[in-house]
């Protein structure tokens, strides 16, 4: 069993940066890609980025330049830097992590930017 602890997510003005991190732990075999999804209310869950175990990060269109997914294997963990915040943003932000041939989801944290 492996569990995703989000956290950094909260209220933000439009223009301005948060940080949210997930660590995994528990029965870890290796981890491999990590991602970043979210969920607008009434949407559709949506792919964010991307990091792989190599290194490549690859991003959404609605987020590229704005957002950086990073990752520390050594620790099981994955960051989004998210500047330039929009009110579009909105939505719960959720990690996944591979480990071996199954996916694992965080619970979700909320990232609110007001206009």
């Known amino acids: 069993q492996v569990q995703l602890a989000e956290s950094g997510g909260g209220l933000v003005q439009a223009g301005g940066s948060l940080k949210l991190s997930c660590a995994a732990s528990?029965?870890?075999?290796?981890?491999?890609?990590m991602d970043w999804y979210r969920q607008a209310p009434g949407k559709q869950r949506e792919w964010v980025a991307t990091i792989t175990r190599g290194g490549t990060t690859t991003y959404a269109d609605s987020v590229k330049g704005r957002f950086t997914i990073s990752g520390d294997y050594a620790k099981n963990t994955v960051n989004l830097q998210m500047n330039s915040l929009k009110p579009d943003d909105t939505a719960v932000y959720y990690c996944?992590?591979?480990?071996?041939?199954?996916?694992?989801w965080g619970q979700g944290t909320q990232v609110t930017v007001s206009s």
């Open positions: 528990g029965n870890i075999f290796s981890i491999g890609t």
């Open positions: 996944r992590v591979w480990s071996g041939a199954k996916n694992y």
